[in-house]
């Protein structure tokens, strides 16, 4: 098979699209078939392009065995709502125009959504390219940005339904990353062929030995400390300003540190809450490079994975929940529906500790009797890793998705 993955997230980045559809990629080279990917030039998640990347416009470069292409796009200093548009926009614009001449033809064109306005350079890229569309929806955009409150009714909107309503019907395949996305397309637009890409972990990552004790020592956390952390974007669905609420709650309590790595839109207003309330049982590090996930994760006594109370969030998986779990710690969540599925199906008993979205006073109470009981916590940690090195293996469904492909496309 001959396959072209068009994205706008792509290593040297970090994050979760960065990290899964890397891993893809790989992982069916592995299989025997030729990738190739058209992104844009790294920038993701700070403001400006990566030095190494400054002026290399259109340029083409090998990782693990794929061909990745880059072009240019608008990079904003300040990520409003209007100068995100302009850069989702003009990456797609200049992949429309230059990735006929940068790709080679394919068999398949992967599109990554969101952005949705990736669809404006896909749907024709792939015509051109004599491919059939795979589009993976990771985020119901524009009805998560509707129930967050970014989007307002409104001809933008509208729009952007018109646009999403097009992609689906150009798309020979769909693939979601949970359940409810899955489900909620069907409901939507029963014509569509859409099946289920779950979130997992790179189990061989963390079979290996993890320097717990190295990044202990570099971040300054003794033994004596129980520290609980939080790897990865500070955004709105995450709500993550709620572990700062309980952390208020629980600031008789000198052994518990809250740690938290990554950037996001949300980071600044949780470090001036936390400037507020003069916790000092909070703390902000840098951000992390993804090599470094298992051994950070190893280097927690207990991982968060938050949503926010929203009803699309009931339908959402959180990549880091199945790191936290793969690393053998104690699961502290937040959210309801999918999430606590997940949860609750742990044979043996729970992975961790879960509360409501946006309680932090019963968030703190868990959080507490977790602290107390270290056994408990320890049993926790096992039965998650176990868990997921069954159930969440990518290398088992990067096998089921070229399963389905192959089989759906007729190739």
């Known amino acids: 098979m001959r ?97 006929p001449w940068l790709l080679r033809r394919a068999d398949v064109l992967l599109m990554e959504s969101p952005p949705l306005f990736l669809a404006l350079a896909g749907i024709p890229l792939a015509s051109l390219l004599g491919a059939r569309l795979w589009v993976n929806v990771s985020d119901l955009w524009p009805r998560s940005a509707v129930e967050l409150g970014i989007i307002k009714p409104g001809p933008a909107l509208k729009a952007a339904e018109v646009l999403e309503a097009v992609m689906v019907r150009a798309a020979a395949v769909i693939t979601g990353q949970t359940e409810g996305i899955v489900e909620d397309i069907r409901a939507r637009f029963p014509r569509a062929t859409v099946a289920l890409h779950p979130n997992g972990v790179d189990v061989a990552a963390f079979r290996r030995p993890l320097d717990r004790e190295g990044l202990r020592r570099e971040f300054g956390w003794g033994d004596d400390l129980f520290v609980i952390g939080y790897a990865g974007l500070m955004g709105y669905a995450a709500a993550a300003d709620q572990v700062i609420a309980a952390a208020e709650v629980l600031r008789d309590m000198p052994r518990l540190r809250f740690a938290f790595f990554g950037h996001g839109p949300c980071r600044r207003e949780m470090e001036e809450h936390v400037a507020r309330a003069g916790l000092t049982n909070v703390r902000f590090y840098p951000h992390q490079p993804s090599a470094r996930m298992p051994h950070l994760q190893a280097a927690f006594d207990a991982g968060l994975a938050t949503l926010c109370e929203a009803r699309l969030c009931e339908g959402t998986r959180p990549a880091k929940m199945f790191e936290i779990m793969a690393a053998a710690r104690p699961l502290v969540l937040t959210g309801r529906g999918e999430v606590q599925r997940i949860f609750d199906a742990t044979p043996g008993g729970p992975p961790g500790v879960i509360a409501p979205p946006e309680e932090p006073a019963v968030l703190a109470e868990r959080i507490r009797a977790l602290v107390s009981d270290p056994a408990a916590a320890a049993a926790m940690g096992r039965r998650g890793r176990d868990y997921v090195f069954a159930d969440f293996d990518r290398e088992v469904i990067a096998r089921r998705t070229e399963a389905l492909v192959r089989t759906t496309l007729g190739l």
């Open 3 to 99: 396959l072209a993955i068009l994205t706008q997230y792509y290593p040297p980045e970090t994050g979760p699209a960065q990290n899964r559809l890397s891993d893809l990629a790989r992982r069916f080279v592995a299989l025997g078939h030729q990738v190739e990917v058209l992104t844009t030039l790294p920038s993701y998640p700070g403001d400006e392009v990566l030095p190494e990347y400054v002026g290399r416009k259109n340029t083409v470069e090998v990782m693990d065995g794929v061909r990745v292409a880059r072009v240019g796009s608008y990079v904003p200093r300040e990520k409003t709502f209007t100068r995100r548009m302009a850069n989702y926009l003009s990456f797609a614009g200049n992949a429309a125009l230059r990735g």
